[in-house]
């Protein structure tokens, strides 16, 4: 009988595969388990506060900017409890030397988004009544105090005073390599917003922003506010030296404070100041042809001053304020025409054009020798009369007056005289 000896080399070669396994998972077992150091959580940070636009007019600075109603990662709503600006004089430092020693110019507020009632529910089916909820309380309005919303347009302000005129010197430590940034030609600053998320965390900072710290020119004078049917016109004295001017319609002082100063907030909702003509102007006149009867327009004057590429402003003239009363007549009316007939005689005009137009007055004299009287009680609207209270026979003379909404009497039209048959 043969032996069979198939069966242990097979045995062996399964025993081998086996404590390869066991090898293999012992050593992967305790790596593959093993836990790594713990990792910090994601940070949500908010997107950079832009656009962010800086501009000098006098001894003040505006600063605007739009809060940022989105993370840097695209997220809705933003993470953000407030954005600080921060100022900076002298030669240009990395962020984290900018808010070392730069000022902080402002810290805005910003408020959580509103919270939205919850969509009506069904108490039961069998019922299907809708169950109501109580609506939000209403939100303050938008301030310092209460916090702006996100996606708001904010306006910050700084008063230039001798801190902020005082170029900041950063020691240099050691032999400093690679490019330097290039250094203002002028006294610079420079402002940067950034926000700043719930953590205390700051996000990604805005473009910088600079402004010449150049003397201005001198603030025009004698600014004067006169005006017509169409446009109000203003002068003004320059100071020497002024190169242009803008032009600024202003709020009206309170009664009790004219002539005086009232810095702006450092911070409100708002936008940079605009000039109200187009293009800086070469000099006096300027003309505004926005003329509303009875509302209140306060103006006043900046000079403009190039220093390179930018321009920076004077202090305003003093406001000049006017309100423009209409005392201006419409046009006579024209192409009168009388048509006598049977017991009546029927006039008519050509319309007038302009757009506080009222009406017209018919005035009717008895000749020979009568003076005019007027015949129509108030306006009429129609550019037809027929005068029926007229005596067969007799010979009448017809004026016809426009009248504005202001009550302001046109000179007479033309004259025409007729008879009723």
């Known amino acids: 009988m043969k032996r069979q000896t198939t069966g242990r080399p097979r045995r062996a070669s399964i025993v081998r595969r086996l404590a390869l396994a066991a090898a293999i998972a012992a050593v992967c077992v305790p790596a593959c388990g093993k836990k790594g150091p713990p990792r910090p959580p994601l940070a949500i940070l908010p ?7 800086a501009r000098r007019l006098g001894s003040v600075v505006y600063l605007q900017f739009q809060i940022p109603g989105a993370n840097a990662d695209g997220t809705t709503p933003a993470d953000v409890e407030r954005v600080e600006i921060y100022g900076f004089t002298g030669q240009p430092p990395g962020s984290a030397e900018f808010f070392k020693r730069g000022t902080l110019v402002a810290s805005v507020p910003v408020r ?3 919270e939205e009632a919850p969509a009506p529910k069904t108490r039961g089916k069998k019922s299907g ?5 109580p609506a939000p309380p209403a939100r303050p309005p938008a301030s310092m105090r209460s916090g702006f919303d996100q996606g708001d347009t904010i306006l910050v302000t700084e008063p230039l005073g001798q801190t902020e005129l005082a170029e900041v010197v950063i020691p240099a430590k050691g032999p400093v390599a690679g490019p330097q940034p290039q250094k203002p030609s002028m006294p610079t600053r420079f402002y940067v917003a950034v926000g700043v998320n719930r953590k205390g965390q700051k996000g990604a900072v805005s473009g910088r922003q600079g402004v010449v710290l150049a003397t201005p020119a001198a603030a025009p004078s004698d600014l004067a506010v006169t005006y017509t049917e169409t446009a109000l016109t203003l002068t003004w004295t320059p100071a020497a030296a002024s190169g242009a001017f803008n032009v600024y319609e202003v709020p009206p002082a309170p009664p009790a404070a004219e002539g005086v100063k009232f810095p702006p ?8 100041p605009t000039p109200v003509n187009p293009a800086p102007l070469p000099g006096p006149p300027f003309t505004d042809p926005r003329v509303a009867f009875g509302k209140p327009r306060c ?15 004077s202090d305003q003239s003093p406001a000049q304020c006017v309100t423009p009363v209409d005392t201006f007549p419409p046009a006579a009316p024209v192409s009168l025409n009388a048509i006598g007939s049977a017991g009546a005689i029927s006039l008519i005009w050509e319309a007038g054009k302009e757009p506080d137009l009222a009406g017209y007055l018919v005035m009717r004299a008895a000749l020979p020798g009568s003076d005019f009287v007027q015949v129509t009680p108030a306006p009429i609207a129609e550019t037809t009369f027929n005068d029926t209270t007229v005596t067969r026979g007799a010979r009448y003379a017809y004026v016809v007056l426009a009248v504005d909404s202001s009550g302001n009497r046109s000179a007479r039209s033309n004259r025409v005289e007729e008879s009723a048959r």
């Open 299 to 313: 103006y006043v004057v900046r000079a403009v001053s190039l220093f390179g590429t930018q321009a920076i402003e």
């Open 112 to 114: 959580k988004p509103a």
């Open 265 to 272: 907030p450092p911070a409100a909702a708002g936008q940079l």
């Open 47 to 53: 997107a950079r506060p832009e656009p962010f636009a």
């Open 129 to 133: 009544r809708p169950e109501t909820w």
